[in-house]
Each structure stands twice: as C-alpha cells, then as structure tokens.
C-alpha cells in the first residue's frame, strides 16, 4: 500500500524527518551506512531526487555524513528538535 504524505508539508522534508525518527529508534544505529538512494526511493515510494533532497537536510542537520563515492552514514543521534545531540 503506498504511502500517505501529509498535506501542507514537503514531502523531502517528511521523509528527512522518517529516517532522523529511525536513527532515534535505533533502526540506523550510529556509524551505520543508511541504504542507497534507489532503496530508498524504492521503500518511500518517491523520486530520487526527493531522497537526494531529504538526505542533504540530515547532512545539514549534522545527522549524516556523505563520503565520495559511498553511502551517507549516520554521525549523529537526533535530539528534540531534530538536531545532532
């Protein structure tokens, strides 16, 4: 069943919000690799683009780091506002 995005947000920042709630749960553990763009594009059922869009937000909320030619990784564990702890 697709997925249901809420109304009046962007739906980049929607998923960006879903990935830093499962960083929090543990679901991508500090140091772990986060699955490939295309995986997720696949598991939210979006553009890559809207990945590539949400992915750049963790980075700039210091969530994740992208090393060239590999996978963003996870660097941070979010608090309250959704910032690095």
Same mark, same amino acid.
């Given at each position: +069943? /697709? =997925? #249901?995005?809420?109304? !009046?947000?962007?739906?980049?920042? #929607?998923? %960006?919000?879903?990935? &830093? %709630?499962?960083?929090?749960?543990?679901?991508?553990?500090? !140091?772990? /690799?986060?699955?490939?763009?295309?995986?997720? %594009? &696949?598991?939210?059922?979006?553009?890559?683009?809207?990945?590539?869009?949400?992915?750049?937000?963790? =980075?700039?909320?210091?969530?994740? #780091?992208?090393?060239? !030619?590999?996978?963003? %990784?996870?660097?941070? +564990? /979010?608090?309250?506002?959704?910032? /690095?702890?």
């Amino acid at each position: +069943m /697709p =997925r #249901q995005w809420a109304a !009046g947000d962007p739906v980049w920042r #929607q998923v %960006a919000n879903d990935i &830093s %709630a499962r960083i929090a749960d543990g679901s991508y553990p500090l !140091g772990s /690799p986060l699955p490939a763009e295309d995986d997720l %594009a &696949s598991e939210y059922a979006v553009a890559r683009q809207t990945v590539r869009r949400a992915l750049r937000e963790l =980075r700039k909320r210091g969530l994740i #780091q992208r090393l060239p !030619g590999r996978r963003s %990784a996870v660097i941070a +564990m /979010p608090g309250p506002e959704g910032l /690095p702890r």
